[in-house]
């Protein structure tokens, strides 16, 4: 596809609607709540619950018996986390969830208190004056004006700044007291450039208007709450509480090493998502300037200065910065899919912090609803919400945004990558892993390298999948009047696949559970290969065929189903004059190009599903051959393996089924889905290949030693239809797996051309 950009029947590049879709800065925003809470909740709750275990009596000796009570009966105990806290838990330090919300709660109390009283402050210790009309009606004139372009709904109260000698401006307050604060430079820049001052009022008035001051302000209170309260007591305690372990409870010592970990992770994700939501806020309140202005023109002059003037070696780290450089604010003036960017680091402090909190929200839902068990969907379903939640919104937009400009998002990849070592991360902090390590009762390192691979697999291919999934049905999302409804099925479904799979993944890392073990000489294998069957077998083959079977449908079908969803979401009235992609789009597009975004991709599922069949019976065919030569000729080769694995025709059937998969994928290479029309074609395999391998087996069985023998069964037994669908469901939650990792490994082999070989796209440019 090319990366250029379009053109509409104007002239003007067809640039993205900035206000169309939800604002990034939003998201960032609830990243920023999630990742200041569970660090403030976990850290001053654990140190009022151990002041207040010491307060009551409390001593180290205790803390060494639950200790040695834990390593002797962690093994026992780790699949019932309450049994085990009844027998080892030290006492009066039952209330540690309770003194974490209270500390919750204490903590977004300060944060209103002070979001409340900020202002008046502000004025206050700054000595700001309100802005006389009688004494500048020239500027109180130009003031009005702007406030009309700008259709704010609330009562602004202009304030000067006397001292500060700069020409700037800074919109602050709260619900009900919206205030702007004019610096004497500004003022005096309104009789030199009154463009320039038009450009920098309206850029503080849009703030306003896009209802960001109080996200930056709660921001600012929250990273300096966060410093006082967290960053600044860690870095001191953190040396002591580890010498404090070392000499004292040498088991203690690795427990609060990872301890220390994640909180330093937490610390580097709430700099980096407060620095993130300030930069994007101006990001954005240049777009609406551009939008009022017709391209900004004032404004984009002074950023040019500024780019020209700005230091190249002084400045701050990104993570530091709470403005973006001039030349970022210019590239986003110009191309608007700038503010439409998710950043992978933002991805994985999100994924980091629902892991780190996951077992102990999972068990707070598992007692408030009496439900759900260990493993269960429901049981994940509030850490799925977190992260499945502001990651699908974050990929459906970033992704909608390229199809507008017939192009893809280039960081799939990277964010997946991200979400899954997020996932990975959180679990070096996690309480009860952290625990099974200090009391060295965790599983071997290759166990938990097999855990983590796993882990990491359900980030990375949720992230994927919703790429895919928001790709093709982006043209319904443009076409359809409620575009809100689409986007919405499609995160809410996400949401239900990850809410299943992380049940289950992190329900196989518990410590203390044992391996599957599997027949010789195949239990010889590697540790790591063991421990993902088990998993595998614990996310799957426990779980019942038929709802595995309807996992996969509803994987496969959503994305799937998007011409279906042509039909029922793209019916727009004739005489609804915002129907169609313009609504998107900063200019109206010509037909032609209203057109080209509209049209769904070319998909061929019932197509997929036939080959399946097909090549599914023409390979059952040849193992038939293959066991009829083998028992006339050469009967030795089976008769070894089916003496040291009876059960090998079930690999052999599974391995068939993905085999065809893949040659199905492949024959579908120019199609947008080939991978999900692979996963067809093995549904449609499962059809005929498991009863052709198990009947296979028992005719060799009776063409080697007649039909008397036990292994000879002509007819198919009862079970046949189960044993059938679980192979089937098997085989598809693997080909989920495989399929798609291949298909993406094979695009970026293809798109790896040499730069010289690319052509240069120069971005498009805002037009009045």
């Given at each position: 596809?090319?990366?250029?950009?379009?053109?509409?029947?104007?002239?003007?590049?067809?640039?993205?609607?900035?206000?169309?879709?939800?604002?990034?800065?939003?998201?960032?925003?609830?990243?920023?709540?999630?990742?200041?809470?569970?660090?403030?909740?976990?850290?001053?709750?654990?140190?009022?619950?151990?002041?207040?275990?010491?307060?009551?009596?409390?001593?180290?000796?205790?803390?060494?018996?639950?200790?040695?009570?834990?390593?002797?009966?962690?093994?026992?105990?780790?699949?019932?986390?309450?049994?085990?806290?009844?027998?080892?838990?030290?006492?009066?330090?039952?209330?540690?969830?309770?003194?974490?919300?209270?500390?919750?709660?204490?903590?977004?109390?300060?944060?209103?208190?002070?979001?409340?009283?900020?202002?008046?402050?502000?004025?206050?210790?700054?000595?700001?004056?309100?802005?006389?009309?009688?004494?500048?009606?020239?500027?109180?004139?130009?003031?009005?004006?702007?406030?009309?372009?700008?259709?704010?709904?609330?009562?602004?109260?202009?304030?000067?700044?006397?001292?500060?000698?700069?020409?700037?401006?800074?919109?602050?307050?709260?619900?009900?007291?919206?205030?702007?604060?004019?610096?004497?430079?500004?003022?005096?820049?309104?009789?030199?450039?009154?463009?320039?001052?038009?450009?920098?009022?309206?850029?503080?008035?849009?703030?306003?208007?896009?209802?960001?001051?109080?996200?930056?302000?709660?921001?600012?209170?929250?990273?300096?709450?966060?410093?006082?309260?967290?960053?600044?007591?860690?870095?001191?305690?953190?040396?002591?509480?580890?010498?404090?372990?070392?000499?004292?409870?040498?088991?203690?010592?690795?427990?609060?090493?990872?301890?220390?970990?994640?909180?330093?992770?937490?610390?580097?994700?709430?700099?980096?998502?407060?620095?993130?939501?300030?930069?994007?806020?101006?990001?954005?309140?240049?777009?609406?300037?551009?939008?009022?202005?017709?391209?900004?023109?004032?404004?984009?002059?002074?950023?040019?200065?500024?780019?020209?003037?700005?230091?190249?070696?002084?400045?701050?780290?990104?993570?530091?910065?709470?403005?973006?450089?001039?030349?970022?604010?210019?590239?986003?003036?110009?191309?608007?899919?700038?503010?439409?960017?998710?950043?992978?680091?933002?991805?994985?402090?999100?994924?980091?912090?629902?892991?780190?909190?996951?077992?102990?929200?999972?068990?707070?839902?598992?007692?408030?609803?009496?439900?759900?068990?260990r493993g269960s969907a429901l049981s994940a379903i509030v850490p799925a919400v977190?992260?499945?939640?502001?990651?699908?919104?974050?990929?459906?937009?970033?992704?909608?945004?390229?199809?507008?400009?017939?192009?893809?998002?280039?960081?799939?990849?990277?964010?997946?990558?991200?979400?899954?070592?997020?996932?990975?991360?959180?679990?070096?902090?996690?309480?009860?892993?952290?625990?099974?390590?200090?009391?060295?009762?965790?599983?071997?390192?290759?166990?938990?390298?097999?855990?983590?691979?796993?882990?990491?697999?359900?980030?990375?291919?949720?992230?994927?999948?919703?790429?895919?999934?928001?790709?093709?049905?982006?043209?319904?999302?443009?076409?359809?009047?409620?575009?809100?409804?689409?986007?919405?099925?499609?995160?809410?479904?996400?949401?239900?696949?990850?809410?299943?799979?992380?049940?289950?993944?992190?329900?196989?890392?518990?410590?203390?559970?044992?391996?599957?073990?599997?027949?010789?000489?195949?239990?010889?294998?590697?540790?790591?290969?063991?421990?993902?069957?088990?998993?595998?077998?614990?996310?799957?083959?426990?779980?019942?065929?038929?709802?595995v079977l309807a996992l996969v449908a509803v994987t496969v079908g959503l994305p799937?189903?998007?011409?279906?969803?042509?039909?029922?979401?793209?019916?727009?009235?004739?005489?609804?004059?915002?129907?169609?992609?313009?609504?998107?789009?900063?200019?109206?597009?010509?037909?032609?190009?209203?057109?080209?975004?509209?049209?769904?991709?070319?998909?061929?599922?019932?197509?997929?599903?036939?080959?399946?069949?097909?090549?599914?019976?023409?390979?059952?065919?040849?193992?038939?051959?293959?066991?009829?030569?083998?028992?006339?000729?050469?009967?030795?080769?089976?008769?070894?393996?089916?003496?040291?694995?009876?059960?090998?025709?079930?690999?052999?059937?599974?391995?068939?089924?993905?085999?065809?998969?893949f040659f199905v994928s492949w024959r579908n290479t120019d199609h947008e889905l080939?991978?999900?029309?692979?996963?067809?074609?093995?549904?449609?395999?499962?059809?005929?290949?498991?009863?052709?391998?198990?009947?296979?087996?028992?005719?060799?069985?009776?063409?080697?030693?007649?039909?008397?023998?036990?292994?000879?069964?002509?007819?198919?037994?009862?079970?046949?239809?189960?044993?059938?669908?679980?192979?089937?469901?098997?085989?598809?939650?693997?080909?989920?797996?495989?399929?798609?990792?291949?298909?993406?490994?094979?695009?970026?082999?293809?798109?790896?051309?040499?730069?010289?070989?690319?052509?240069?796209?120069?971005?498009?440019?805002?037009?009045?």
């Amino acid at each position: 596809m090319r990366e250029g950009p379009i053109r509409s029947g104007f002239g003007n590049p067809v640039a993205v609607h900035p206000f169309r879709l939800p604002s990034g800065t939003s998201l960032r925003f609830a990243l920023l709540i999630l990742s200041t809470s569970v660090a403030m909740a976990t850290t001053i709750g654990g140190a009022v619950g151990m002041a207040r275990y010491f307060g009551l009596g409390g001593d180290l000796g205790s803390i060494t018996r639950s200790l040695e009570c834990a390593s002797s009966n962690f093994a026992e105990t780790a699949a019932d986390p309450a049994e085990f806290a009844r027998r080892c838990a030290p006492p009066d330090v039952s209330g540690e969830t309770t003194m974490e919300l209270a500390a919750l709660a204490a903590l977004w109390l300060a944060v209103g208190i002070t979001y409340w009283l900020l202002p008046a402050y502000r004025i206050r210790r700054r000595r700001l004056r309100p802005l006389r009309g009688d004494a500048h009606p020239d500027v109180q004139r130009t003031l009005t004006e702007l406030v009309a372009l700008a259709e704010l709904r609330c009562r602004v109260r202009f304030v000067v700044d006397w001292r500060d000698q700069r020409p700037t401006g800074l919109a602050f307050g709260r619900l009900g007291r919206r205030c702007v604060m004019l610096g004497e430079g500004l003022l005096r820049l309104h009789g030199r450039d009154p463009e320039a001052f038009r450009a920098i009022v309206l850029h503080e008035l849009a703030h306003l208007r896009n209802r960001d001051v109080d996200i930056a302000f709660l921001t600012l209170i929250c990273y300096r709450l966060f410093v006082v309260a967290f960053a600044i007591p860690t870095a001191v305690t953190a040396p002591f509480a580890l010498l404090v372990s070392w000499v004292l409870l040498p088991g203690g010592v690795i427990y609060q090493l990872l301890f220390t970990f994640a909180q330093c992770a937490l610390a580097v994700t709430v700099a980096h998502t407060s620095s993130a939501v300030l930069r994007n806020r101006e990001l954005y309140a240049d777009a609406r300037v551009a939008v009022w202005t017709g391209g900004a023109h004032s404004l984009r002059r002074l950023l040019a200065a500024q780019h020209g003037i700005e230091p190249a070696t002084l400045r701050r780290p990104l993570f530091r910065r709470t403005h973006p450089s001039a030349a970022k604010r210019l590239a986003a003036l110009s191309d608007t899919r700038v503010l439409f960017d998710v950043s992978p680091w933002e991805a994985f402090g999100l994924a980091l912090c629902c892991s780190l909190v996951y077992w102990q929200v999972a068990q707070w839902t598992e007692a408030a609803t009496s439900l759900a068990d260990r493993g269960s969907a429901l049981s994940a379903i509030v850490p799925a919400v977190l992260l499945g939640g502001g990651v699908a919104a974050g990929i459906w937009r970033v992704t909608l945004a390229a199809h507008m400009s017939h192009a893809r998002w280039t960081d799939a990849h990277r964010t997946g990558l991200a979400v899954g070592c997020g996932l990975v991360v959180g679990t070096f902090g996690d309480q009860w892993h952290r625990t099974a390590l200090a009391l060295g009762v965790a599983d071997s390192l290759p166990v938990r390298l097999a855990w983590w691979l796993l882990l990491g697999a359900v980030g990375y291919g949720f992230v994927r999948w919703n790429v895919v999934a928001a790709r093709v049905w982006a043209p319904v999302v443009l076409a359809a009047r409620r575009p809100l409804g689409p986007v919405v099925v499609g995160c809410a479904t996400g949401v239900v696949l990850l809410s299943f799979w992380l049940g289950h993944a992190y329900a196989a890392g518990t410590p203390g559970f044992g391996l599957l073990s599997l027949p010789r000489p195949l239990n010889l294998l590697p540790t790591p290969l063991d421990y993902l069957g088990f998993v595998f077998s614990l996310a799957v083959v426990i779980t019942p065929p038929l709802g595995v079977l309807a996992l996969v449908a509803v994987t496969v079908g959503l994305p799937l189903a998007a011409g279906l969803g042509v039909r029922l979401f793209g019916r727009t009235r004739g005489d609804a004059p915002a129907a169609g992609p313009e609504r998107f789009l900063l200019w109206p597009p010509s037909p032609e190009v209203s057109a080209a975004l509209l049209v769904p991709p070319r998909l061929r599922p019932l197509r997929a599903l036939a080959e399946g069949v097909v090549f599914g019976g023409a390979a059952g065919l040849g193992l038939w051959v293959v066991h009829v030569v083998s028992a006339l000729v050469f009967p030795w080769p089976i008769q070894l393996v089916g003496a040291v694995f009876p059960l090998y025709f079930v690999p052999v059937a599974i391995l068939l089924q993905v085999a065809v998969g893949f040659f199905v994928s492949w024959r579908n290479t120019d199609h947008e889905l080939r991978s999900l029309h692979g996963v067809l074609a093995v549904l449609g395999a499962g059809l005929l290949l498991p009863v052709a391998a198990f009947t296979a087996r028992d005719h060799f069985a009776c063409v080697r030693w007649g039909t008397g023998h036990q292994a000879c069964e002509l007819v198919p037994s009862p079970a046949m239809a189960s044993i059938t669908a679980t192979v089937v469901a098997w085989t598809a939650a693997l080909a989920l797996l495989l399929l798609p990792t291949w298909t993406a490994l094979r695009d970026g082999a293809r798109r790896a051309v040499p730069s010289q070989q690319l052509p240069v796209h120069h971005p498009p440019r805002w037009q009045a």
